[in-house]
Every structure is written in structure tokens, then in C-alpha cells.
């Protein structure tokens, strides 16, 4: 019996108002992170990635990558979470 099989079977035995419940529950951390990628500048950094992206993947051989524009992403999607997410938790 490997793991897979052991968690199907907890979930299985608990009570059918506990799944739901479960099932219900969001993770605050995705919800916040959503919330943050609709605000203008996570919207334009994504923008820029898609860009690099685009570019690097139109060109055959390349050691391009958009690393620098992931982080500036990430970096303003993560910055305003921080001011957000504990908000949000019990």
C-alpha cells in the first residue's frame, strides 16, 4: 500500500461534513496572490515576462532567459501579499 492509497482511505473514513468543509476552505495565501495579479503593476510586470517570453522562445538558439523579469513579478505580486495576507488568516 503506498501513500496515495493510505490518504484516499483517511479522506474515505472521514465524516461527509468534514469533507465538505475541507473542500470549502481556500488557501488565504492563493486568494490574496490572485487579488494581487489583477493590480497594476503585477499586471504590467506580467506583462513584460510574457513578453520575454515570447522572445526568447521565438528565437532558436539562444542563452536568453526572463529570469530578471520572473523576479520583478514575483518581487511585486510578493510585496503587496505581505501587506495583504495576514488580513486574511485566523
Known sequence: MGLEDERKMLIE?????????????????TTVREQCEQLEKCVKAQERLDLCDEHVCSQSHTEEDCTGELFDFLHARDHCVAHKLFNNLK
Open 13 to 29: 473514513s472521514r465524516d461527509p461534513k468534514e469533507k465538505e468543509e475541507e473542500e470549502e476552505e481556500l488557501d488565504p495565501l
